[in-house]
C-alpha cells in the first residue's frame, strides 16, 4: 500500500513539473508550460484589473526564472475592460488562437471609447482574426513588412480607421478583413497578392480606388459590395470572380475588363456588376476571349461599348441583356468593322463605330477614340475626327496607324504598319496585285505601306 501512494505522489509531482504556472511579468499574467516553454497571456488575476492601462505591449517571449516563454496567444476578452486604453504595440509573431466575435483580446459589450492606435511589431506573422474587430474609435494601425497573412474580420467596422499600408509580402487576406472600415478611401494591394478573398472590402462606402494589378487569379463573394469606386479594372490574369463582386457600386463609371477567360456568376442577383446602374462605359481588351454570360447583365446606363479583339467574341444575348444596344456605341478596331456588323448580338449596337488602335504622337499614345496618357481617358470628339480604313491586303495582317508627320491642330499625316503571314517568304517590296499603286515596303520586322493616297486624320481632343 505505501509503494501505491509514493508512486501515485510522484506521478502528480511530474505532473506538477510537466503543467501550467500561472504567474504575474510587470504588470501583465502569464500562463507558462514548462513542457514547451511557452506562453499565453491572461486576463487580470486576483481580482487585479488592467483598467489602468493606457499603452500596452504584448511581447513576443517573457523571461521567468532565467528561461525563455515564447508567447503564443492572448487570453479572449484579456483587455476588454481597459477602459484608458489608446496604444496597443503587438509583438506576438503568430498568434495561434482562433477568435470570434466576443472572443478576441479586446471585447468589451460596452466596446473600448479610447482604444486609437496599434502597431505590429517587426517580426510579426500573422495578424490574427478579429483582434481589431468593431474597434469603432481605431484610428490608425501599422503592419510591418513581415506579415503575410491578414486573417478574417481583422479590422472589421474600424469605422475611423481612415488609411492602411498593406506589406509588399503578403499573400493572404481573409474574409471581410477589412469589412465595413467606412472611412478608407484608397487601397494600395501589394504585387504579392494573388487572391481577393470574400467581403474584404464590403461596405467601405469611402473607398474610391483600388489597382487590381496583373497577377491576381481571382475576385471574392461580395469582394467590394457597397464601395464607391468610380472605375475598375479587371486583370487579364483573373479566372473568376465570385457572386456579386462589386454589387451595388452606385458611383462605378466605366470598366475595363481584360479577363482573357474568367468565369463568374450566373444565377439572379450574383453577376458581377449587379445593381450597378450608372456604369457608362465597358471595355473590352485585345486579348479577352471569352465573355462569361451576364458580364453587362442590367447595366441599363450603358452608353459606350469598346471592343478591341479582333475577332468578335461568342457571346450569350445574356451578356448585354437590358442593355438598350440600339442607343449605345460599339467602338471596334476599324479594320475589322464588318466581322461585328455580322455577329451576334454585336450586330445589334447602333451605331457601330472603327476606331484606329496604337496611333502615335510625340511619343504619347494617342488613339483615335480614346487617348491613355497617365491611366485618364480623353475621348475624341468622333463628328470631328475623320478616320482613315486601311486597306485589306492578302498575306498581310494590319497592326496600326503610325503618325508620319503633322500635328494635331493642322492634321496629321499617317503611314499604316503590317506585318506578313509568312515573313520568311515576303520579298522587301511588295506590290499589292489588286492595286499596283499601293506597295508595301519592309522595315524590320514590320512592312509599311507606301501609296499615292494620302492618309489625314483631323479634329480635336476632348476630355
Known amino acids: 500500500m505505501r509503494k501505491l501512494t509514493l508512486g501515485i505522489m ?5 505532473v506538477a513539473c510537466l503543467g501550467a504556472e500561472t504567474v504575474k511579468i510587470g504588470d501583465i499574467w502569464y500562463k507558462l508550460y514548462s513542457d514547451d516553454y511557452t506562453a499565453i497571456v491572461l486576463g487580470p488575476q486576483n481580482s487585479e484589473t488592467y483598467a489602468d492601462i493606457v499603452t500596452l505591449v504584448l511581447p513576443d517571449s517573457v523571461f521567468y526564472n532565467d528561461r525563455g516563454y515564447a508567447v503564443l496567444s492572448v487570453e479572449g476578452d484579456a483587455f476588454g475592460k481597459c477602459s484608458k486604453l489608446d496604444t496597443v504595440i503587438w509583438n506576438i509573431r503568430n498568434c495561434t488562437r482562433t477568435y470570434y466575435t466576443n472572443e478576441h483580446p479586446f471585447y468589451n459589450s460596452t466596446r473600448i471609447t479610447q482604444f486609437r492606435y496599434i502597431r505590429f511589431g517587426e517580426g510579426v506573422i500573422t495578424i490574427p482574426e478579429y483582434v481589431c474587430y468593431d474597434q469603432y474609435q481605431l484610428e490608425k494601425a501599422i503592419i510591418p513588412s513581415t506579415v503575410t497573412t491578414i486573417r478574417r474580420n481583422a479590422f472589421y467596422e474600424c469605422s475611423k480607421l481612415a488609411e492602411i499600408q498593406l506589406p509588399d509580402g503578403l499573400t493572404g487576406m481573409y474574409t471581410s478583413a477589412f469589412g465595413y472600415c467606412t472611412q478608407l478611401t484608397a487601397i494600395q494591394l501589394p504585387l504579392s497578392l494573388k487572391k481577393i478573398n470574400d467581403y474584404v472590402f464590403i461596405g467601405c462606402t469611402s473607398l474610391k480606388t483600388i489597382d487590381l494589378h496583373e497577377g491576381i487569379t481571382s475576385i471574392g463573394e461580395e469582394a467590394f459590395k457597397n464601395t464607391a469606386i468610380t472605375t475598375i479594372t479587371i486583370p487579364s490574369t483573373v479566372t473568376s470572380i465570385s457572386d456579386a463582386a462589386f454589387q451595388n457600386c452606385t458611383k462605378l463609371d466605366s470598366v475595363v475588363w481584360n479577363a482573357v477567360s474568367a468565369t463568374c456568376g450566373y444565377a439572379t442577383n450574383t453577376w458581377p456588376f449587379y445593381q450597378c446602374k450608372n456604369v457608362r462605359s465597358f471595355t473590352f481588351g485585345e486579348n479577352v476571349k471569352s465573355i462569361p454570360t451576364m458580364t453587362c447583365y442590367e447595366l441599363s446606363a450603358l452608353q459606350k461599348v469598346y471592343n478591341y479583339a479582333f475577332t468578335p467574341q461568342t457571346i450569350n444575348a445574356n451578356v448585354f441583356k437590358y442593355v438598350d444596344k440600339a442607343n449605345c456605341t460599339l467602338y471596334v478596331p476599324i479594320e475589322y468593322i464588318d466581322l461585328y456588323q455580322t455577329a451576334d448580338v454585336w450586330k445589334e449596337f447602333n451605331p457601330i463605330i472603327g476606331m484606329s488602335v496604337g496611333l502615335h504622337f510625340d511619343e504619347q499614345a494617342v488613339p483615335v477614340t480614346y487617348l491613355k496618357s497617365d491611366s ?35 492634321g496629321i499625316l499617317l503611314r499604316a ?42 479634329g480635336q481632343i476632348v476630355k
Open 10 to 14: 510522484a506521478l502528480m509531482m511530474s
Open 376 to 410: 485618364s481617358l480623353y475621348h475624341m470628339d468622333l463628328q470631328t475626327w475623320q478616320v482613315p480604313v486601311a486597306p485589306r491586303i492578302q498575306g498581310f495582317n494590319f497592326l496600326k496607324w503610325e503618325v508620319q508627320k503633322g500635328d494635331l491642330a493642322d
Open 417 to 458: 504598319v503590317y506585318e506578313a503571314d509568312q515573313p520568311t517568304e515576303m520579298p522587301a517590296i511588295y506590290t499589292n496585285p489588286a492595286n499596283p499603286a499601293q506597295k508595301l515596303i519592309r522595315e524590320g520586322k514590320v512592312y509599311i505601306l507606301r501609296d499615292e493616297k494620302t492618309y489625314t486624320i483631323q
